[in-house]
């Protein structure tokens, strides 16, 4: 599991491309989550970015794991790896947004 602080590196609003989506209201979380799949390895990747109201980033996740899954299959590990992340950091998330529609209805 990879963690990284963007907290010491940002220093500002600008970002080199737009994260989809709207901030959430005031004092509210948002957990942007996605999955991916790697055929040629049977790798798969989950990784995360969780942002406050000012879209401000407060940390990102990634892992990648080996097997086969189904797309569905991989979208809801990622979705479950980073609720648990979240909780182990504190995150108090009160929005999720994914790509994976029939996993977070």
Do not use: Q
């Amino acid at each position: 599991m990879g963690l990284f602080n963007f907290g010491a590196l940002y220093n500002g609003p600008s970002c080199s491309m737009p994260w989809p989506g709207l901030a959430p209201p005031a004092g509210s979380l948002k957990l942007n989550v996605d999955g991916a799949i790697c055929g040629e390895n049977s790798t798969i990747g989950l990784g995360a970015l969780v942002r406050d109201s000012d879209d401000f980033p407060l940390g990102c996740f990634a892992k990648s794991l080996a097997g086969f899954f189904s797309f569905k299959e991989v979208e809801a590990l990622a979705i479950s790896y980073v609720l648990k992340w979240c909780l182990e950091l504190g995150f108090s998330v009160s929005f999720v947004e994914s790509d994976a529609k029939i996993i977070v209805n």
